[in-house]
């Protein structure tokens, strides 16, 4: 990591899954699940783990090679960004899913709740060790929220939104506990969902996002959003639930701003928050920026927010990109960064 700190440069999440792992296509195709979704792996389940090893070191040389300071394993492990934690949860009948509508307004099977949720073993502390022990950079890890699982879910046990989004976040609480004891050093929340679900955010997400880094001693960042470009094409040009997060105890706030020409004058609802602000776009029909273009959009979040309390990403993950697309956009986004830098 640079000694400077200024203009930091980092990835959401994910990173492309290579085709030899994963049925892209398939993934494609398809709204993220949010059940498990073992039939999109290619690799048979006694070689999986090794086969997703060997691919979370390829992720891990790319964002290496592409110049990106904070890297995370590129959920390489992952079906999509919430499932894999969730299902990991006492309290969900994996068996017998039900039914939720989507952020696109389509029914997805989802885990129901049938018990008191409880989080009875470490998900992801393996996860981080790997990449810990594969890289001298600064390490993120990420974890899906509690509004958005309590959103991700059909609840046969509470009756209670609110309750149900408390004890999803004593469970990732726990978690981050863990994650920071394994070596991350950033531990990440995406809450997708408080953009999608604003009016039942301004209810309970705050408090049970605050419970979720309750007593955590480390570097925390929650990521908001309109959703994968690849899958959500219908989106607003402004967040309906952004200036609310300053509530929230959490030192960073991630946000996408690039495929729809966000008006980052918003930024300075947030003033006391470090920013990880989206400068490239990841619709499907967007080609790789020039590095003048995402200057720009730097320079215009500049306006509203000092350089050292700026972050640079791409606006989401990137798990829907090729991967060659992928790289090229981050190896942009450093170049970038290191221009406007070096202007300032």
């Keep these: 990591m ?29 709204l993220p699940p949010r059940t498990r979704a073992l039939e999109l792996w290619r690799v048979a389940p006694e070689h999986l783990e090794q086969a997703q090893d060997d691919a979370t070191l390829l992720a891990i040389r790319d964002l290496e090679r592409a110049g990106i300071d904070i890297l995370t394993d590129g959920e390489m492990r992952r079906e999509s960004y919430s499932n894999r934690f969730a299902t990991a949860l006492e309290g969900m009948d994996l068996e017998n899913p039900g039914t939720a509508l989507d952020r696109t307004g389509h029914p997805n099977p989802v885990p129901r709740v049938v018990g008191p949720i409880k989080r009875s073993h470490p998900v992801e502390v393996r996860d981080v060790q790997f990449l810990r022990a594969n890289t001298d950079r600064v390490i993120k890890a990420t974890l899906p929220g509690p509004f958005t699982m309590s959103q991700q879910a059909q609840d046969d046990y509470y009756g209670d939104e609110a309750a ?3 004890d999803l976040a004593a469970a990732v609480n726990a978690e981050v506990r863990d994650l920071f004891q394994a070596g991350a050093d950033v531990v990440q929340i995406d809450e997708p969902y408080l953009q999608a679900r604003a009016e039942k955010a301004a209810r309970f997400a705050i408090a049970a996002i605050n419970r979720a880094v309750e007593g955590v001693q480390g570097v925390t960042a929650l990521h908001t959003c309109f959703g994968y470009a690849h899958i959500v094409h219908s989106r607003p040009r402004g967040y309906p639930f952004l200036a609310q997060l300053a509530a929230a105890n959490v ?29 490239i776009d990841l619709a499907d029909e967007s080609p790789v920026e020039d590095v003048e273009t995402v200057g720009g959009r730097i320079r215009d979040a500049l306006r509203f927010v000092p350089p050292e309390r700026l972050l640079l990403a791409p606006d989401c993950g990137m798990k829907y990109l090729p991967r060659a697309t992928a790289f090229q956009k981050l190896r942009v986004l450093a170049e970038a960064a290191a221009k406007i830098r070096s202007e300032l």
């Design 251 to 279: 030192t960073q706030i991630s946000l996408e701003s690039a495929q729809q020409r966000v008006d980052l004058s918003v930024l300075r609802s947030l003033p006391q928050k470090q920013l990880i602000v989206g400068v």
């Design 2 to 30: 640079r000694q400077d700190g200024i203009l930091l440069t980092t990835v959401v999440g994910s990173y492309p899954q290579p085709d030899w792992l994963i049925d892209r296509d398939r993934l494609g195709s398809r």
């Design 164 to 166: 149900l989004a408390m």
